[in-house]
């Protein structure tokens, strides 16, 4: 860890991580509070921003976007605050050893989950096509 200063990349690359969801949490209508400290954020999701109340906990939207991730190849994780009652959240950890081109691919993979504030809202009320996690990590049989 020491030899390869991987500290020093954390803290860089977790800055530029933020500065990009930062300008994605711009443009998109369902990204609210960015949070995190190095490597570890968290991005909340909103249907509305100006309110920013929490999605209707029964949408379980954070495991939308997660699926919808995985069929990008992105892999991010939630953190529901009381099934969702208080807040939803998508959380990602990139490695420690994360380069600066696979920051710029992360954001990107997350902005595509709604580059318009139509297209995030789209995606947060589309309810008949639910598919449910029930396990984590997700892995190919």
Known sequence: MLERNLMANARAMGARLRERLEALKAKSGI???IRGKGLLMAIEIVPDKETKAPPPAEDQAVYRIIEL??????????????????????????????????????????????????????????????????????SEK
């Not at 991730?69 to 992105?74: A, D, L, Q, S």
């Not at 380069?99 to 990107?108: K, L, N, Q, T």
């Open 31 to 33: 990204l609210g509070d």
């Open 69 to 138: 991730g995985i069929e990008r190849g992105i892999a991010l994780y939630s953190r529901r605050t009381a099934n969702g009652r208080y807040g939803e959240w998508l959380m990602g950890t990139p490695p420690l050893i994360v380069a600066a081109a696979e920051v710029d691919e992360i954001a990107e993979l997350i902005g595509k989950h709604g580059e318009s504030r139509a297209d995030s809202r789209r995606l947060l009320l589309r309810r008949n096509s639910r598919r449910y996690f029930t396990a984590s990590p997700v």
